[in-house]
């Protein structure tokens, strides 16, 4: 570990230990989170997991800065996808239970908001399952996509906004990669046993363990990609 390494270290440290250490922010973390769910979404996927990114660049390159990088470009396209994470959240953590209750298993909605159980454990982990089979996949799909189109437009935030060449992109694209180990092997490894522990916790909190799972996984890419490369 250089020093440079501490800074992000204290960052984090800085940025959570008022919510840990004095109530009163907790209290207005709440708050804030109950008047605009998807605005905090944003907030905490474009710091977090974008930091995540900036923790795997530092992985495969040793620095944590590179032309074409596009720090800003990259926190806003986390912070949109953070606010799509929080709806298929709300979906997902709602109409599982419901489709349970369905299929025969009555008291699946009560469980999950009740107190920790092998019967709530078991919904949380379908409703984990359900999620990232049919809605990660995509999300991961269009982070690449996104990821391409930033680095192929110089990572600049006009460049973000212009056409995104999806055909050509999905045709250039690692799919042994993305599909054989970020897709097939990090969803049933990683994913759905990190969100079913997610899915046992208070709703306000999701998206933020989930934020901080990003940075979990920009680690697991990068290390990854660096395997890759020695082949």
């Known amino acids: 570990m250089k020093r440079n390494d501490i800074f992000p270290i204290l960052f984090l440290v800085a940025l959570f230990a008022p919510f840990i250490l004095i109530d009163a922010a907790y209290d207005q973390y709440s708050r804030f989170y109950s008047g605009w769910p998807f605005l905090v979404s944003f907030i905490k996927f474009a710091i977090l997991a974008t930091t995540g990114e900036l923790i795997g660049l530092r992985i495969r390159t040793g620095s944590y800065n590179a032309n074409g990088f596009g720090l800003l470009p990259r926190a806003i396209v986390w912070g949109i996808l953070g606010m799509t994470i929080q709806a298929a959240f709300i979906i997902f953590a709602r109409g599982v239970p419901m489709l349970l209750a369905f299929a025969g298993m009555d008291n699946a909605p009560s469980l999950i908001t009740g107190s920790l159980s092998i019967g709530k454990i078991g919904v949380a982990f379908a409703i984990s399952a359900l999620l990232n089979i049919f809605y990660a996949p995509v999300l991961m799909t269009v982070h690449k996509i996104t990821d391409s189109h930033i680095m192929m437009t110089g990572g600049t935030v006009k460049g973000l906004f212009t056409r995104i060449r999806v055909r050509d992109i999905l045709e250039s694209t690692d799919w042994s990669m993305l599909w054989g180990f970020v897709i097939r092997k990090t969803i049933p490894l990683f994913w759905i046993p ?38």
């Open 194 to 231: 990190a969100q079913t522990f997610n899915f046992l916790m208070p709703e306000q909190f999701r998206v933020l363990i989930a934020a901080l799972y990003g940075i979990i996984l920009g680690i697991i890419l990068a290390f990854a990609a660096r395997t890759e490369s020695d082949v």
